[in-house]
Every structure is written in structure tokens, then in C-alpha cells.
């Protein structure tokens, strides 16, 4: 074969600044390109090999060889594929390769983010050129009597080939790197590169430093077998990571290794979901639920995305479902169009069916474990709830395949469906009606002035109503009162929570929530007769005008009722609506931060069948009764959260006054 020249027909001056450009951050991603084009010349060989056309020695041991030589400041990648011929080199390397960079880089001149070219995909064996200023090929091509080729280019612009000198079928690439790439000659440097992304590569890959001493002649008289077992080099890789098997084949003791292997926690995850499809698409993978340590850990995961078993990268949200990246895992998907923009991406309908089929496998393998394990399904909610609460959120149809498997904690400690929750509630008022129809006049007794507001409360009155608790300690009255009513309540403490209920309520126009301390239930109440109405009615008018002089509230919400429990005097509600928009604006950092919990919405309910409401009462004139007044307003109060200090001061001050009336 005579020398052959040519040359990239680009205009030199943008092709330099582009590429440097390209993949400013990961330019070691050429290490992943050169490696591959290696396994799938192996692959392709293989297959011949499996059609009858080509006949391989049987003890042929397939591999990628990855060399470096760092006094010459060189690394290459060698394996014992295809390899190519003169007119493979020509059509590949000259034409493909170098049109596709042509093509590569007149799409991407004017593009300023990396981010925009997903997996970088598309320039393979010419980015060898981000990294190397002469890049040198010798191959001989698997076919009868097919002549080595040797084919160099110096920066990427121009070529020469010529008749080589390589007697094994295969091809080396040798990168003689540029100054700002000498990293790549260094041992620790490139191994940390084939982990990153060759770690499951299909064909074997090795590693060898042609500068590292020979030490063959070392530990002569060693027993022989024993030695040659100890120094046989192992591959860097694994070929077959667990995700290619079939579930059937894999044991738990597996899973957990690899979860702690590719992962690096060593906290056991709590369960897996191994996903396997060849149809429509192909599509492996593993998903970890991850455990959760304690509830101010942030989630923090990470779903690795491989083609082929080459990796791409992590946390693809167009491939992945948002609420999965909390999730730790791989996914390993051969289809995936990868050298297009990420705005294409997300614009594939290929793409959204992964996505969605991910979702769905997920949904179904959580109400698997509902129906048939529901004991370890309860066990894991505390700590997968939130995945699944954040996932509703996010994402509709899982909203809609987990919406009857979601389970709330209630006051027995019992987990149970807000169905469930409904049947009870509503048995419950059944029973209580039942009670309340031995005097139904009395329910026809209304007015017309109030008979608008009537109609809206019978609206939300046909809710049931989901009361919850958001801190067992801070709401512990509230609980005991609803434990001695014979009532239920759900605990919802975590932070996804606040945000899932108005979902849950949105979803699901029937309920609605309110927190344990947002208001006085009928439960409470004690039976009320047509003339107590009236009195309770003139008694909140005149403690309402009281307990605003003498506090200084002029906005204080203040109610008189009959409580069932005589010994609870004060209790302080909070609407539930203003405590949710003091919440959002605390979330969201907006708005006062003054006395912050009580800027609205509270309501101060005296019961009147406890004595001292009944004193004051009778006796609003009485030289003690604003002494009374702070008194209970405080008690409530601090059944909620504690005193703000100078209240704190003045409540340990009156307390002290009251003793000392009690010693006189
Ligand atoms: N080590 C090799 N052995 C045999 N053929 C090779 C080798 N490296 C490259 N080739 C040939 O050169 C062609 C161009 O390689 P290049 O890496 O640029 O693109 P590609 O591998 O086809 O696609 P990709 O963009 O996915 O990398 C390959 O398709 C292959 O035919």
C-alpha cells in the first residue's frame, strides 16, 4: 500500500476553540470513547464468530488493554476486535469519524453550554484529539489475508496512512498527549477515569504501566502455579454487573454488595426493585430505596444511567423521574437517542415512555409489597413514605396507582388507609347522630340572617374531616382530649407532609384535614339545649369584650362552650387555614416573624363548665377576675408552645400572686 494523505476540510481556526470547549469539564470522557470502540469491536467480532464467518482460535481471551507510558507521555488502548482494514480505515476513521466531527462541530459552534449534548455522545474516536496532539493507529483486520494498516494524524486536521506493521488481529490507538492532558498518563488518574466509566463495560478491561518494573524474575523459587495465580492481572471491570441477570438469579447478599459497592454507603438499603424489559424497549435496572437515618438527614440520591453498560452519566432528569433521584440506582437503557440535545430529549416520546414505564414499575412493586407484605410495607413506611409522598407530588399518574396505599400512623399507633379513616370517622358521627335525632327540634331553630353561612357549613360539612397531629409533645392535650372522645387522628410530622395533604385534599374533594388543635369537634361539646345556646351565645359577647381589654388583643377570637372534659378551663384553636399560611410564609421566609404562631386565626374557647370561667362569668367586675383572665389565656397558651420570656416572667409572677391570695 502506497502513503495516502488527506484532510478534514474545516476551517482550522473554529475547529481548536470548539473542541476545547466541548466538554470543557469532562474531557476525560475520551478514555469511555476509545475503550468502547474497542468492546465493540470485540462484540462485533463475536458475532461473527457466532454467524460462522469468521473462525477464532477457542482459547482466545478477550480483552481491552489500556497502556500507559508516562516518560513518553502516551496512552493505548488496544484490543483484539474486528480490527480494520485499509478501506474500513478510510470509510470509518477518514470519512465517518471525521465527518461526524465535521457535522458535530458545525451543530454545536453556536451552542454556549456543555450541558446541551447529553452523554456526549457522537465525536468517539475523534475526541481523542481534546486530548492528544498526534494520535496513531495500527491495526490488522480479523479477515483472511488482510494487510496491517498504520494511520497517524497530527491534530486532528490531517492524515497519513501507510502499510503496518501489527502481525495480531486488533487495533492500538496511541494518544501522544498534549501538555495540558500529561494527567492522562498517570496511573491513579486514568484508573479513576475507567472506574468512573467503564466500571461494567461488557468485554475485560486491563490496565498496564509500560514504565512500572518487570518484576518476573522476582520470587523465583515461589511455588509456580501458586505464583502465576497470585500475579495473573485482573480486569478492572465487571462484565456482567447484576443488573444484566435476571432477577430470579440473584441473591439478596447481591444486591446489598452491589448496592454498597457501586454506592459507597454502607448503611443496608431497605428494598430493591430490579427492573428487566426487553419490550417494548430494552431496559434493566435497579432501584434502592435507601435508609433514611434520621429525620434531618437530607435525601440525597443518585440514579446512574448507562447505555450498553457504558456509563453517561447521573441523575438524567429526563430520563428518570424527578422523585426517583432520591432514590439510589442504575439504569442501563440501549435505546436511549443519546448524541441529541437535552431539549430534544425532553421532547422524546421514547424518552416519556421510559420515564413513565420506570414510574409504573415502581407503583406496582409498592402495592405488591402492600398487598402481600404489608407487615414490612408498614415497617418501611416511616422511612419510604416521604419517596412516595414527594412522588405524588410530582408525578400524577403515581399519585393516582399509589393513592388507596398510602398509610397513615394513627393515635393506636395502627397504620391505616384513609379509607379506613373514613369508615370510622363516619360510623363514628353515625353513632353520635343517633344520639343528637332523641331532640331534633332544636335543629331547626335557625335564623335567616345566618341561614347563608348555614348552607356553606352543610357543604363542608359533608367532608369527613382527618385530623392529624404534627408534634406528638407540643400537641399532647389535644391528643388526650381526642383519645379520652374516642376519637382518631393521624400522625403526619414530616415536612413532605404539609404539601401531600393539600394534595391528598385536592385529589380527594371529600376530606379535608385539620390540624389536632384547629378546632372544638362536636365530640367535645357537651349537649347543648335550645336556651344555653342563647347564653353561650351573650356569655362569648361579653368574655370577648373582657378578655381584649384586659390582655390588650384587640383582635382576640374568644368562645364560650360547653366542654364534656370539666377539668380543661382554656384552650387555644388555630384555624387551619391561617396556620397553613403562616406556614407557607415561614416556609418560604416571606412575612413577619413576630409572635409568630399567634399572628391570626386563634381562637381562646373557655369552657364553660369549669368553675373558674363560671367566676368570671358571674363576676366580671371582681377585683381578681383580670388576674384570672391572664391566667388562662397563659395556660392555653403554653399547652401549645412555650411562653415567649417576659410573658414567661409574667406568668411566674402571677403565679406566685395567686399562691400567696391562697395563704391570706
Ligand atoms: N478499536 C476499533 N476497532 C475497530 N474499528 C474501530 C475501532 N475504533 C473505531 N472503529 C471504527 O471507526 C468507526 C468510527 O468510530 P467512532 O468512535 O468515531 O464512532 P462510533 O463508535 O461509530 O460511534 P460513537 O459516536 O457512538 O462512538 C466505528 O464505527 C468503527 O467502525
Known sequence: MSTERGNLSINSENIFPIIKKWLYSDHDIFVRELISNGCDAITKLKKLEIMGEADIPEDTHYKVVVTINPEEKTICFSDNGVGMTAEEVKEYINQIAFSGAKKFIETYKDKASDDQIIGHFGLGFYSAFMVADKVTINTLSWQKDAAPVYWESEGGLEYEMR????????????????????????????????????????????????????????????????????????????TTPLWTKHPNDCTEEEYKKFYREVFHDYKEPLFWIHLNMDYPFNLKGILYFPKINTEYDSIEGVIKLYSNQVFIADNIKEVTPEFLMLLKGVIDCPDLPLNVSRSALQNDGFV????????????????????????????????????????CLKDDKFSDKMKDFIIYKNLEGKYITLD???????????????EEDKSTDEGKEKTDSSSTEDDQELKEDEKVTVYYITDEKQQSQYINMFKEAGLDAVYLTHNIDQPFITHVEYKNQKVRFMRIDADITDSFRDETKKKDKKLLKNNTEAMTKLFRKVLGKEKLEVKVEKLKNDKVSSVITLSEESRRMQDMM?????????????????TLVLNANHKLVQ???????????????????DLAYLSHKPLEPEAMTRFIQRSNEIMLLLAQ
Request: negative net charge; contains cysteine.
Open 163 to 238: 502499510e503496518g506493521s501489527r502481525s495480531e488481529r486488533g487495533t492500538d490507538i496511541t494518544l501522544h498527549l498534549n501538555e495540558d492532558s500529561y494527567e492522562f498518563s498517570n496511573e491513579y488518574r486514568v484508573k479513576e477515569v475507567i472506574n468512573k466509566y467503564c466500571s461494567f463495560m461488557p468485554v475485560e478491561i486491563y490496565f498496564e504501566n509500560a514504565n512500572a518494573p518487570k518484576e518476573k524474575e522476582k520470587d523465583k523459587d515461589k511455588d509456580k502455579d501458586k505464583k502465576a495465580e497470585d500475579e495473573a492481572p485482573k480486569p478492572l471491570n465487571d
Open 352 to 391: 416519556r415512555k421510559i420515564s413513565d414505564y420506570i414510574t409504573k414499575k415502581v407503583a406496582d412493586k409498592l402495592s405488591g409489597m402492600y398487598k402481600v407484605e404489608r407487615e414490612n410495607y408498614e415497617n418501611f413506611w416511616d422511612d419510604i413514605s416521604p419517596f412516595i409522598k414527594f412522588g
Open 420 to 434: 379506613d379513616y373514613i369508615e370510622a370517622a363516619k360510623s363514628k358521627s353515625f353513632d353520635d347522630k343517633k
Open 586 to 602: 415561614r416556609m418560604y421566609n416571606m412575612g413577619a416573624m413576630d409572635d409568630s404562631m399567634f399572628a391570626g386565626g386563634e
Open 615 to 633: 367566676y368570671i362569668i358571674a363576676n366580671e367586675n371582681s377585683e381578681h377576675t383580670p388576674m384570672i383572665c391572664e391566667q388562662l389565656y
